[in-house]
């Protein structure tokens, strides 16, 4: 079994700071990791993804996030936020074997807004 | 892109009358489709897999017979939530998965009264 925790509810931030939203997961076996972003009255969609390769991985605008398997961490950064990434962040994470590998365990998401 | 289209988008029911859900995958096909359920300040949990042609996957402890899940054609699965009951009010969200790629729906709010 999987479990993910986002340590922070919600991040208020100001127009062009960093940021960085939280990641910790434990599971019993190996995992892909990812970031999805639901902006308001919208689905979520995929922002980035950990799968194998090269542990800092990049999104198209501008964020990144870098798996830290000894500290089982998968932290999603941006060094300039600006007030279009306003919305929620969910964390997931799921079995990387065989057929499970789309059964996503999310984390309880992050509510990250950026003011003016 | 891809587009998971979910509806409504909002219901409110009396306690005992059922709930149907529809998602679809309006610009391919989808032969597995899952369900999700999120209570207020919690994660999302995957309820069930939802395959095209064949009896859904549920995860432990959720009832098969109080949510049923029928994905009868390649664009389209529902979940119906029968005889519910305030305890069943949730958020729930469907994913299409399409190549290695999961697009999901903007979700249902249920209200049971």
């Known amino acids: 079994a999987q479990s993910v925790t986002q340590l922070d509810s919600q991040v208020p931030v100001f127009e062009e700071a960093p940021v960085e939203l939280r990641c910790n997961y434990s599971?019993?076996?190996?995992?892909?990791l990812f970031w999805y972003v639901q902006y308001p009255n919208q689905g979520l969609q995929l922002l980035l993804k950990y799968l194998s390769g090269s542990t800092l991985v990049e999104s198209i605008n501008g964020f990144e996030a870098e798996f830290n398997k000894s500290q089982t961490s998968f932290h999603l950064r941006k060094p300039s936020v600006h007030i279009s990434d306003t919305a929620e962040y969910f964390c997931a994470v799921s079995p990387n074997s065989g057929g499970s590998n789309y059964k996503l365990t999310f984390g309880k998401g992050t509510l990250l807004t950026v003011n003016p | 892109g891809a587009v998971v289209s979910q509806h409504p988008s909002r219901v409110i029911c009396k306690s005992g009358t059922s709930v149907k859900i529809e998602c679809r995958s309006l610009?391919?096909?989808?032969?597995?489709m899952f369900w999700y359920r999120q209570f207020p300040k919690q994660s999302l949990m995957l309820m069930a897999t939802?395959?095209?042609?064949?009896?859904?996957?549920?995860e432990q402890g959720v009832e098969k017979d109080k949510f049923l899940i029928n994905h009868a054609s390649l664009t389209l699965s529902t979940l119906t939530v029968t005889s519910a009951h305030p305890e069943d009010s949730s958020f729930y969200i469907c994913?299409?998965?399409?190549?290695?790629?999961?697009?999901f729906g903007s979700g249902t709010q249920l209200s049971v009264l």
């Open positions: 939802s395959n095209e042609g064949s009896k859904a996957t549920y």
């Open positions: 599971s019993s076996v190996s995992v892909y």
């Open positions: 994913s299409a998965r399409r190549h290695e790629k999961l697009f």
């Open positions: 610009d391919f096909q989808a032969t597995t």
